[in-house]
């Protein structure tokens, strides 16, 4: 028989959150109001009433009311677990293996921000095991847009399939000295009528308005992420094909007439360096070496850009290309503070100011987190085996 053993010796239910505040200050007011402003505030729970089964929920309050995140997962065995619900789906590995309080920069990189589907409603299938250096996601999930309304014969479908080496593996110890995870993801599905890929900055403002995306919706993306030291880096390259379509009768029970495709694209080159403290791992922000240091601090580098909305005679581009520099200190095990800079240009300038390209914002972001280690990435432990 299976023999049901309670999760370690941890509470059953333990609470979670991500609470951030900024001092903020913007090249020009349509992209923010220059001062304080509340980034994020995440309550959440975990539960946990068996070693193999853990189920979690987290609710975003800003800017307004939602959830994100309501799945359960199952440890089906050593190397197989199960995903079921609301949750980041693997279409970027950066953003579906780091929770956001643990990046060096306050926010996603703009590819992630741009192309991500943040979350979606469906189950994935999640192949890993300690000893073999591939690691893989498949899932079949509501896709892009309302999570609640996609009808069931139309799913969107992802994969993820990565060579991993040392200490890019989610359960390394962290005393490697090198890792590589090295692979490609995509997604696949049909949209009846949806925003396209957009523009945001870390903050929200939105420079490149999308198109009204319809019929097959396709994103490509490859990534490699290598730790050497106290030092990691992560490059990520994107493209995403979305086909469109008129209502030209105002009949919907016509087709619709196809109208040219558009295509964006992207990358992301990011060099994160541990200047004190244990270098980060997987899934794992950079911690003090010992409880009576002054925690970790991290600096990082990245470089990004962004051509959107190309290839239809009808529909201006829009694009991004800049850099940013952040400093985060991990002052203590539950708290840092983060100074980071964005600058860049735009390649078409935003509708609200239309002759300016150029951009810049400064953050100065606390966050103050209560997430136990592993709460939403680390796997539970496998099933029992009969006995």
Avoid: C
Wanted: hydrophobic content about 45%; overall charge positive.
């Amino acid at each position: 028989m299976l023999v049901a053993h309670p999760a370690r010796s941890e509470p059953t239910v333990r609470p979670t959150l991500l609470a951030e505040a900024d001092a903020r200050a913007f090249r020009a007011p349509v992209e923010g109001r220059t001062g304080f402003a509340l980034a994020r505030f995440r309550p959440g729970a975990v539960f946990q009433p068996l070693s193999w089964f853990r189920a979690a929920g987290t609710v975003e309050l800003v800017p307004t009311p939602t959830i994100l995140d309501a799945f359960a997962n199952l440890r089906v065995s050593e190397w197989l677990d199960v995903e079921i619900g609301q949750s980041r789906p693997p279409l970027f590995a950066s953003f579906r293996y780091q929770q956001v309080h643990t990046l060096p920069f306050p926010d996603r990189a703009p590819l992630v921000l741009a192309m991500r589907v943040r979350r979606d409603v469906g189950i994935s299938a999640h192949l890993a095991h300690a000893r073999v250096p591939f690691e893989s996601w498949i899932r079949i999930g509501s896709g892009s847009g309302n999570n609640v309304t996609r009808a069931a014969s139309r799913p969107a479908l992802y994969g993820l399939f990565d060579l991993v080496l040392g200490r890019a593996n989610a359960g390394a110890t962290g005393n490697e000295l090198l890792g590589l995870r090295a692979g490609v993801s995509g997604m696949t599905e049909i949209v009846d009528e949806r925003e396209g890929i957009s523009g945001i900055s870390p903050t929200g403002f939105v420079y490149h308005r999308p198109v009204i995306a319809s019929g097959p919706r396709v994103v490509g993306e490859a990534h490699v992420i290598s730790y050497v030291g106290p030092v990691r880096g992560t490059f990520e390259a994107a493209v995403g094909r979305e086909a469109r379509a008129l209502d030209a009768d105002g009949n919907p029970e016509t087709a619709r007439a196809p109208l040219p495709s558009v295509t964006s694209s992207g990358i992301s080159a990011e060099l994160a360096w541990t200047l004190r403290g244990r270098p980060r791992t997987v899934g794992r922000a950079p911690i003090a070496e010992d409880d009576s240091s002054l925690g970790a601090l991290e600096l990082a580098a990245r470089y990004d850009a962004l051509a959107l909305g190309r290839g239809a005679p009808d529909v201006v581009g829009g694009g991004y290309r800049g850099g940013a520099l952040s400093l985060k200190w991990y002052a203590l095990p539950f708290a840092a503070l983060t100074a980071a800079g964005y600058a860049g240009v735009y390649d078409v300038g935003p509708l609200e100011d239309p002759q300016r390209t150029d951009t810049y914002t400064f953050l100065l972001r606390a966050s103050f987190y209560w997430i136990p280690l592993g709460t939403l990435n680390q796997r539970p432990a496998a099933v029992p085996t009969p006995r």
